[in-house]
């Protein structure tokens, strides 16, 4: 299975932006559909964002879609997440998920290898 190590969270004002990276190492990271999920206390984990073994379908939940954009790049190993528009309810912890699925998934089922995590903060 892929390892995945996700990186850029922090504390930002409502409005601000953050950018999420997570690195992967192990099997080819290409064969692999991507999505980014967040868990806030006492809720469950929840999809954000999904994207093809291409790079090219990617799917959003409604709550990010228009502000948020998750991209990668194959050639070096890396899952993005770029989040506008920052709101006190994105508070949670971000994590980088890795499924064998080949269509995209927003099922949190679906993914078989998953970081540890970065939190990320807004405040109002």
């Known amino acids: 299975q892929v390892h995945l190590v996700e990186s850029g969270g922090g504390l930002v004002q409502a409005g601000g932006s953050l950018r999420l990276s997570c690195a992967a190492s192990g099997r080819t990271f290409s064969s692999y559909t991507m999505g980014w999920f967040r868990q806030a206390p006492g809720k469950e984990r929840e999809f954000v964002a999904a994207i093809s073994r291409t790079g090219l379908t990617p799917v959003y939940a409604d709550s990010v879609k228009g502000r948020f954009t998750i991209s990668r790049d194959n050639t070096k190993n890396t899952l993005s997440l770029q989040m506008n528009s920052l709101k006190p309810e994105d508070t949670a912890v971000y994590y980088c998920?890795?499924?064998?699925?080949?269509?995209?998934?927003?099922?949190?089922?679906?993914?078989?290898?998953w970081g540890q995590g970065t939190q990320v903060t807004v405040s109002s």
């Open positions: 998920a890795a499924s064998t699925r080949v269509l995209v998934t927003t099922s949190r089922a679906d993914y078989v290898s």
